[in-house]
């Protein structure tokens, strides 16, 4: 069974950047949207960004004009470019591709950033 694998998390001081990948497990014909969720300590699951294969993007307001969002369609990999990072992005942040049934999420990768 196809799953998603996220990479690139870590530890950084605020005002520092990360880069998360990810990408399918076994090669798949083609994914159309994927996106990044977060999900911290006490708080619900919450959109990062998303794009299709058009290249068209959406942002949470949170992250709007920080975190930039980008895919390899040959690949169906997706990455996610944060800059600035600040404490209150601290969390665990999923792949996911929604047109699935069920959806495919990644298993999660930490981001931890302290002030």
């Known amino acids: 069974q196809v799953q998603l694998v996220e990479s690139g998390g870590g530890s950084v001081q605020a005002g520092g950047s990360l880069r998360l990948s990810c990408a399918p497990s076994?090669?798949?014909?083609?994914?159309?949207?994927m996106g990044w969720y977060r999900q911290a300590p006490g708080k619900q699951r919450e959109l990062v960004a998303r794009?299709?294969?058009?290249?068209?993007?959406d942002y949470g307001d949170s992250v709007n004009g920080r975190f930039t969002i980008g895919r390899d369609n040959t690949r169906n990999a997706v990455y996610l470019q944060m800059n600035s990072l600040q404490p209150e992005d601290t969390a665990v942040y999923y792949c996911?591709?929604?047109?699935?049934?069920?959806?495919?999420w990644g298993r999660g990768t930490q981001v931890t950033v302290s002030s």
């Open positions: 996911n591709a929604p047109e699935f049934a069920p959806p495919l």
């Open positions: 794009i299709n294969s058009a290249g068209t993007t």
């Open positions: 076994s090669s798949i014909f083609r994914i159309n949207a």
